[in-house]
């Protein structure tokens, strides 16, 4: 019996493999800091640097690829020395869909899954990075994911009500969002062969029909840091959590 407690035990925590590619070269002009949003302080580190420890301190991770604004590579190298793992800093593209294919191709460990990450998620727990990327590695594709709560409306332009939305099978998607190596830039490389956008990579998957694309329950302080209220809100979560996620 103790045998199969333990082999239950290894099953569940077997170690995946991966590179984190953290994308970071948006403007996040809504923040209005007058830097990029990656880069404002918080909790005395830059915001990009609390999912990059995160990710880069759990097992399986054999490399972070960090994409950021094509004026901070330099400085951006300069601050990842005491990094656990290796580092790559390359510059960003003009949309976060580039900014991710930049980021693909600076991955060069070897590596079942890659895992993409939005540095403005600074909350981003190790269980949820870790459920996703073991759920990608089983099925090929997976993201964080938390139900909706509240009820949608479509609106008109002219601020009128068009429809509501059936919440009962709605999510809101987050990062991370990972993938086998092979699905990830099959998905990229053909998106750029087809010109098809999208404002997530799991949305490519899907799209082009490479993977099912599972989702994984994340937790709402998952969220992503777009406006001053967000900051103020990592701010006191980080404070009452003694500084990290
Ligand atoms: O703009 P949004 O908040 O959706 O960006 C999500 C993430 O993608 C952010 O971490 C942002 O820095 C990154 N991004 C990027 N390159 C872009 C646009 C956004 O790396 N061109």
Redesign the pocket.
């Known amino acids: 019996m103790p045998d199969c407690i333990l082999e239950s035990v290894s099953v569940a925590e077997r170690t995946v493999d991966f590179v984190a590619v953290l994308?970071?070269?948006?403007s996040?002009e809504r923040l209005g800091a007058g830097v990029?949003?990656?880069f404002v302080m918080l909790g005395g580190l830059p915001l990009w640097r609390h999912s990059a420890n995160t990710l880069a301190s759990l097992p399986g991770c054999r490399q972070v690829v960090l994409?950021v604004p094509a004026d901070r590579v330099a400085r951006t190298v300069g601050e990842t020395q005491d990094f656990p793992v290796p580092v790559r800093v390359v510059p960003?593209?003009?949309?976060?869909q580039?900014?991710v294919g930049m980021g693909l191709g600076a991955a060069t460990a070897r590596a079942t899954v890659v895992a993409i990450h939005?540095?403005?998620r600074p909350m981003l727990s190790r269980e949820t990075a870790l459920a996703v990327i073991r759920e990608a590695s089983r099925s090929g594709a997976a993201l964080a994911a938390v139900p909706v709560r509240d009820t949608l409306k479509r609106v008109r332009a002219d601020g009128t009500v068009e429809s509501t939305l059936d919440r009962a099978s709605l999510w809101q998607a987050q990062t991370p969002q990972a993938f086998r190596v092979e699905v990830a830039r099959a998905a990229h490389a053909e998106a750029a062969r087809q010109g098809l956008e999208a404002?997530d990579d799991a949305a490519l998957v899907e799209a082009l029909g490479l993977s099912p694309v599972h989702v994984v329950r994340g937790d709402p302080w998952n969220f992503?840091v777009?406006e001053k209220p967000d900051l103020e809100v990592a701010e006191m979560l980080l404070a009452r959590a003694g500084g990290t996620p």
């Open positions: 994308v970071m070269a948006g996040g990029p949003k990656a994409v960003g593209g003009a949309r976060r580039d900014s939005d540095a403005a404002t992503k777009t």
